[in-house]
C-alpha cells in the first residue's frame, strides 16, 4: 500500500491516543502528537496498564516504580503539548482484552468526545525489520483489539454498557481511527520539525532507557520519512468513518475538552 503523507486538519481535533504502558507513544507516535498540538488539537492520552513489569532487577521496589514511571509519561506528554494523561492502571504483562478493560475504554471514549483515536494495531503478531526481529508484546495486541472494539461498536451504540449511560455517557461517533505499530501503514506523518521534541520525550523515560536509544528511534523515522519523501515521519494505518450515526449529537469543534 503507498504511503500517503497526512495532511493537517482543517480544524482543531479532539484527539485520545490509547496504549498499553508508559512509553508506548513516546516511540511511534509523539512526534506526529506534537505536531497535531502544534496544529491546534487537544490530545490527551491513556495508558491502560501500570507500568509495574518495567524492570528485571529483583531489588526494584514496583510500587515506586508504577509512580515514577507515571511521572515520566506526564513530563513526556507536556514536552509535545499534552496536559491530561490518564492511567487505568491494569497489571502490566498480563493484559487481556476484557469486557471490563472495553468497557473503562468505552467510558474514557464517550468522556473525551474525541474525533480521531490513535490506538495500537491489534493485528500486528510479529514484526520484521534489518536491526532485529521482535514478537509484539500480548499487551499491545490486548489493549489495541479492547479500544478497537470500544471504538465500535460500544462507544456509539446506546445499549451497549447501559451503566455508562446512567453516568452521563451519550454515545459517541469517532470519525478517525489510528493503527499504530502497525505493518500495514498507509499514512505517514511528516514529524521533521518535531524530531528534536520526539526525542526529548522518549528521554524523560529514565526508568527504561538511555541516550543508547535516540540513534535507534532516529534511524526508524529516518527510513519512514525516505519512503515518505521526507526527512523524518511516522506512519499508521489510517480508517475512516465519516458518516455519522443517527441520535449522535458530534460536539462542536470549539467546544472544550470534557474532563
Ligand atoms: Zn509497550
Known sequence: MALKLEADAEKPLRILVIV?????????????????TDHGATVIYCIVT?????????????????VQRQREQR???????????????????????TLDLRRQLTRVIRATKPDRVVIMDPTTILVENDQSDYINHPDH?????????????SAETRPIFPELLSEGLEPHHVTELYLALTTKPNTAVDVTPYADRKIQALLQHRSQLDESVVDLVRGWDKATGHEAGVEYAEVFRVLRFPVNVP??????????MPT
Open 20 to 36: 498499553a504502558h508508559p512509553d508506548d507513544i513516546e516511540f511511534g507516535a509523539a512526534g506526529s502528537v506534537a505536531r497535531w
Open 50 to 66: 501500570d507500568g509495574a513489569a518495567g524492570s528485571n532487577d529483583p531489588n526494584v521496589n514496583l510500587a515506586d516504580l508504577v
Open 75 to 97: 513530563e513526556a506528554a507536556r514536552i509535545v503539548g499534552v496536559e491530561d494523561v490518564r492511567f487505568l492502571g491494569f497489571a502490566d504483562g498480563t493484559l487481556e482484552p
Open 141 to 153: 495486541r490486548a489493549s489495541g483489539e479492547a479500544a478497537l472494539y470500544a471504538v465500535f461498536p
Open 247 to 256: 441520535g449522535i449529537i458530534q460536539p462542536e469543534a470549539d467546544e472544550p
